[in-house]
């Protein structure tokens, strides 16, 4: 606004300095044409004199100031277009979804990536009331509007949206102001996180069948021994002296289901063991920078600072599966972030060793209790309160890491933080071992 009363200062100030230099120079042209030609005119023709000055005055600043306001008008035009089209790129140039919408969800603004993400294009939406929203989601968006009204930006939650085909999109939420003209329009800008999403129920699932197979595994080792036994002794009992045919046929029949559940058990027991994994050299500084990216919803809601040192030089290559090795460092990762205060640290490491890569995951969270760090790579042991965590994350990360012939080790004080180091052999180093 500031600007734009300086460029109408300086308008109306060019036009009023125009105009009086015209005014000055026709005056002073005219009286030396007078002084020149018509000295000797008498009072009558002079009175005619003057009037025609003053009417070739008036059509010449006529003519100048409707040549400069027209002149200017284009100027500001000019400008005005090459704004908006700034503008407008800049919005279509946004990876995001960007809504601009009013208090009554009327749509305003909508860019490419929102035509892209749920499917309709602007002629459909603008000036219309926003399409994305789901009549049960309504009132949460409006509580969102509330907030933001009060002056409190809503930044990087998790919401749902609808797409043209009815089709739920979990995306990546920000809500800001954006005044104009004295009114307050909403500026939405969402990211599709289905992925994201995805990767992190895949998570949670395979917590929950590593616990199923742990107890699964644990149940078939506590049936194998009794039910060895019960068939030793139905075997003993065949074997022996005096029993009858159909005794025998009992036993024979009692034997062959006890066998049967052996296999059964057996068969668990092969379910229960994770699948081989498919190993391929991986460079770790990649595989990091992608968790980092996946977690920046909750490192963002927790306010935390990330010292991410990837070093160029840690190329390294490690025989790993991939997803195995995400799994690990989302396992170490997530600890770190329920660990730590609002505003908390973390600090990311990757470093080349002789024959190694060295994975550093440090936070400057709560710590944990020495009596506490002999069990921490336990299965279902966690320091966490309850409801807050399985206690399986650290056993699979330790499971991880010895399939993939390394180390992983804890230090931990109280108060004081905890280091998660991970040790992994590189390509060539495990290629000289299988030798």
Request: aromatic fraction near 8%; glycine fraction near 8%; include cysteine.
């Amino acid at each position: 606004m500031g600007y734009v009363s300086q460029e109408r200062r300086w308008m109306w100030g060019t036009l009023v300095l125009s105009s009086i230099s015209i005014v000055a120079l026709v005056f002073a042209f005219w009286e030396l044409i007078e002084n020149r030609f018509f000295h000797d005119l008498d009072y009558v023709s002079l009175h005619y004199l003057y009037i025609s000055r003053g009417i070739a005055s008036s059509v010449l600043l006529a003519i100048w100031a409707a040549w400069f306001v027209t002149r200017q008008r284009r100027v500001v035009e000019e400008q005005l277009r090459q704004s908006r089209e700034h503008y407008r790129g800049l919005l279509e140039a946004s990876p995001g979804a960007v809504v601009l919408y009013d208090r009554g969800l009327r749509v305003h603004e909508w860019n490419a990536s929102a035509e892209r993400l749920y499917g309709w294009g602007n002629a459909e939406v603008v000036e219309k009331k926003l399409p994305t929203i789901m009549p049960d989601h309504e009132p949460e968006l409006q509580q969102w509007l509330d907030s933001v009204e009060g002056g409190h930006n809503i930044l990087d939650l998790e919401t749902s949206r609808t797409d043209k085909f009815g089709n739920d999109i979990a995306v990546q939420f920000s809500l800001l102001p954006f005044h104009e003209q004295d009114q307050l329009y909403f500026l939405e800008v969402t990211a599709d996180i289905r992925e994201r999403v995805r990767l992190r129920q895949r998570l949670i699932e395979l917590e929950k069948l590593t616990s199923m197979g742990q107890m699964a595994a644990g149940t078939a080792h506590h049936l194998n021994t009794p039910l060895g036994s019960m068939l030793l002794r139905v075997q003993m009992m065949r074997e022996r002296a005096g029993i009858d045919a159909q005794t025998g046929a009992d036993l024979a029949r009692l034997e062959h289901a006890i066998g049967f559940c052996q296999q059964f058990v057996r068969r668990l027991l092969d379910f229960s063991r994770r699948p081989s994994a498919e190993p391929q050299p991986e460079l770790v500084v990649p595989i990091v920078d992608a968790v980092l990216g996946f977690l920046a919803p909750p490192l963002s809601a927790k306010e935390v600072r990330v010292i991410w040192e990837g070093n160029e030089k840690a190329t390294g290559k490690v025989m790993a599966d991939r997803n195995e090795l995400e799994t690990l460092l989302l396992i170490l990762l997530s600890n770190a972030i329920d660990a730590i205060a609002p505003g908390g640290t973390i600090h990311v490491e990757v470093l080349n060793g002789k024959n190694q890569v060295q994975i550093s995951i440090s936070d400057d969270g709560c710590g944990i209790a020495p009596a506490e760090q002999a069990r921490i790579f336990e299965p279902f042991f966690t320091t966490k309160p309850i409801g807050k965590g399985t206690g399986l994350g650290l056993a699979i990360a330790k499971n991880i890491v010895a399939e993939h012939g390394g180390e992983i080790s804890l230090r931990s004080a109280p108060g004081r933080g905890t280091t998660a180091l991970v040790l992994l052999p590189t390509c060539a180093a495990r290629a000289a071992v299988n030798e």
